[in-house]
């Protein structure tokens, strides 16, 4: 495969489920990020690994919790989720994250995400 | 005052006509800008980046960026059907924390009427 995988593409889970989110880069990247979409809002950044170590959190709750073996694995841990978060979550990676090589990211197809 | 805002639209515009998307940022700091491209369902794509005020070209798209108003633009020359998506500009924050960030817009939807 190429470019940045994630699975599942669609998740459907309860408020009180514990699930995961991945992602795969196969483009030889050191940083890798969560974003989340919500409608009608902008993507918002919710954190960034660069070289396996997390270099942003913006804020997000604790029910979101990340999680970078290596640079071409991110997972997202989600437990006891609020239906408001219910969006796409979105995966991106970059060459590195400082300077402007940081800001050509490329996106995966992201996790469609219902908490019901 | 939001970070980098965009006319939501959408926007029509005819088959082969230009059409010309705005973006205007907040961090006068600012110092990269993308704009992607996102087909409804699917994840943003690059379309491509600018760094320095004035035009670039890439195909039939042209980035157009005027630090001192803090606006950047987009021009997509020859509009096709297939050009009909939303297009999200983004800003690099440029200094303190968290500087290379990409603080995004909520992008401005696009439809090309063939």
């Known amino acids: 495969e190429t470019g940045v995988t994630q699975t599942p593409r669609h998740l459907v889970m309860g408020m009180t489920n514990k699930k995961s989110l991945k992602c795969e880069q196969h483009?030889?990247?050191?940083?890798m990020y969560w974003y989340k979409q919500s409608a009608k809002k902008p993507l918002e950044l919710m954190f960034v690994?660069?070289?396996?170590?997390?270099?942003e959190n913006n804020s997000v709750p604790s029910r979101f919790s990340p999680e970078c073996p290596n640079s071409s694995h991110l997972f997202l841990h989600l437990h006891t989720l609020q239906p408001e978060d219910s969006a796409l979550y979105l995966c991106?990676?970059?060459?590195?994250?400082?300077?402007?090589?940081?800001?050509?990211?490329?996106f995966g197809p992201g996790t469609r995400l219902t908490v019901l | 005052q939001k970070e980098v805002e965009q006319n939501s639209g959408p926007l029509s515009v005819p088959e082969g006509a230009i059409a010309s998307l705005n973006c205007t940022y907040s961090?006068?700091?600012?110092?990269?800008f993308f704009w992607y491209r996102q087909y409804s369902g699917k994840s943003p794509e690059l379309i491509m980046f600018?760094?320095?005020?004035g035009d670039k070209e890439d195909g039939r798209f042209t980035a157009q960026l005027n630090k001192a108003s803090q606006y950047v633009s987009l021009l997509i020359r020859d509009s096709q059907p297939s050009d009909s998506a939303t297009y999200l500009c983004?800003?690099?924050?440029?200094?303190?924390?968290?500087?290379?960030?990409?603080?995004f817009g909520k992008g401005t939807k696009l439809s090309v009427i063939p």
């Open positions: 983004a800003v690099n924050k440029g200094s303190g924390a968290g500087s290379y960030q990409l603080t």
């Open positions: 483009l030889g990247h050191n940083a």
């Open positions: 991106a990676s970059s060459q590195d994250y400082g300077g402007r090589a940081s800001n050509t990211q490329y």
């Open positions: 600018i760094y320095s005020n």
């Open positions: 961090d006068r700091g600012s110092q990269s």
């Open positions: 690994y660069n070289f396996k170590e997390q270099t």
